[in-house]
């Protein structure tokens, strides 16, 4: 992994014992106080746990650390170079459009409305490219450029601006376990994403268990059970029933076990199927009665190739959730990239992590500069 991270020493907070329902289970769970609502309540052994084929070691008492995790300023170069290779190739079919335009030509009319094309195309929405093209007149008219390559290096600058806001840490470590809620819909790359976080947080020492709270399609917990057996990662399971539980069950045994970060995939939903937005929001509310103050993390999994449906599920799933952060998939080469600045002018959501491939490693911190020099041809 390339990411580096900063440790800051906090107190150890103090967790409450793990659920009835798992002490069964796991000998280490002592017991704990019944669930105020109905709507929590989990009957016993109701779920299944997945143990990894090599146990994990027991956890050890220590204050917990808060890491950061953050898009690196210093890389060895031959990985960032391999990593910037790939981004770039990935958002080719954009960065073609835009550089061709500074080639050749002078700064006039036509060369605002062949960039205004071409940022429309590359998915950035009309908001967004209406915002760049007025900043862009406005830098070109104070800063008195007179070079199209002037006026690709303005553009940069403006589209990193926009950008940077989205670009924020991870931050760990706040409570143990840290619970995070992972939402998509089928598609996007949800449980693959969450394979690979995994393993991204185990580079930080971080130990993880993971809920398979997609009971609705029986491919997403086998999907999530190997990526936990190639992780050396628990999963709590179940054949069928409510997800609520499921993901219950695994906010106990994460803080039983003393783990670090729980994930908890939940079944992928259009935002239009509204009832099932609800069940949704329902587990948010069980998560919270599992633990005070989670969910920590609420993570919505986009598929960059959806274009402006990406933008609407943002909107819809913020709506219903409240979003703290987004995981951008598949931008590995038809993505056009454009709808990261779509996103920054409507709805500026945190992108933690952008994906370009397949390997464990492609999926990485989000930079808006390193973005915004392979959406430039940089």
């Known amino acids: 992994m390339f990411s580096f991270f900063k440790r800051f020493k906090g107190s150890k907070e103090s967790d409450s014992a793990a659920d009835e329902s798992l002490a069964a289970q796991d000998a280490a769970a002592p017991e704990a106080a019944p669930v105020p609502s109905a709507e929590a309540a989990v009957p016993p052994a109701t779920s299944t746990i997945i143990e990894p084929q090599q146990p994990e070691p027991a956890p050890q008492d220590a204050a917990l650390d808060t890491i950061e995790i953050v898009p690196p300023p210093v ?18 079919k954009t960065s ?58 303005a553009l940069r600058t403006l589209l990193v601006e926009l950008l940077k806001p989205l670009e924020k840490s991870l931050m ?5 376990p840290l619970v995070m809620m992972i939402a998509g819909v089928n598609g996007a790359g949800k449980t ?5 976080l995994a393993k991204h947080l185990q580079s930080f020492d971080q130990s993880v268990l993971l809920a398979a709270g997609d009971t609705f399609r029986a491919a997403a917990r086998e999907q999530l059970a190997v990526w936990g057996q190639r992780n050396n990662v628990t999963v709590v399971a179940q054949e069928s029933g ?18 670090d970060v729980m994930m908890a995939d939940t079944a992928g939903r259009l935002p239009t199927q509204l009832h099932l937005m ?27 190739n959806t274009g402006q449906n990406a933008l609407t599920q943002v909107k819809a799933f913020d709506d219903a959730l409240g979003l703290t952060g987004l995981i951008v998939t598949k931008l590995d080469g038809t993505a ?36 915004s020099d392979a959406l430039l041809g940089g």
């Open 242 to 259: 409510d997800p609520a539980a499921v993901i219950f069950d695994a906010v106990g045994a994460a803080r039983a076990r003393k783990i």
């Open 172 to 176: 760990l470590g706040r409570a143990q």
């Open 75 to 92: 890389q060895d170069a031959g990985a960032k170079r391999t990593w910037l290779t790939r981004l770039k190739s990935g958002l080719s």
């Open 336 to 371: 056009k990239g454009g709808i990261l600045a779509a996103i920054a002018r409507q709805r500026p959501i945190p992108v933690y992590f952008i994906g370009v491939g397949e390997k464990v490693e492609d999926l990485q911190p989000f930079s808006a500069e390193e973005f």
């Open 192 to 196: 693959t994403s969450i394979g690979k």
């Open 278 to 304: 609800e069940e949704l929001r329902k587990v948010k509310r069980v998560i919270g009665k599992a633990q005070d103050g989670a969910p920590h993390e609420v993570l919505l999994v986009i598929d960059a």
């Open 96 to 153: 073609s459009s835009l550089t061709g335009i500074f080639v050749g030509t002078k700064i006039d009319e036509e060369l605002y409305e062949e960039l205004e094309t071409a940022l429309l195309m590359s998915d950035a929405g009309v908001e967004a490219t209406e915002f760049l093209l007025e900043s862009l007149r406005e830098k070109v008219r104070s800063e008195r450029l007179t070079d199209p390559q002037q006026v690709k290096t």
